[in-house]
């Protein structure tokens, strides 16, 4: 049996949170409180045409198609990195527990 990590409550009613955050009513304050991350715009076209953009100016004679190029895959990386960060906090949020008596989640 599950029960609240808090050395001050110590209850077994806990329940899955995200479980929990659906049975909430819209017009509940504790809705927002509970809610999911917030999931990143994982958009690489920007960097897709980027790289594109560079590799057309480097083939073009231009060393400006190296930094625009380089610029893309950089983006790119970012944006696969707050991607796989706001992943990583939805495994955490999916796997949480709320405790119904002291309203505390782990």
Known sequence: MITCPSPKCGSPNVADLP???HSLPAESPLK???APPDAADASYWLALAAVVAGVVLLVSG???GLLVAAAGVG???LVHQR???AAVQLADWESSRVCL???GTF
């Open 83 to 85: 991607a796989a960060g």
């Open 62 to 64: 231009s060393l400006l």
């Open 32 to 34: 927002a409180r509970y």
């Open 75 to 77: 983006w790119g990386v």
């Open 101 to 103: 008596a002291c309203t």
């Open 19 to 21: 479980h929990y955050w």
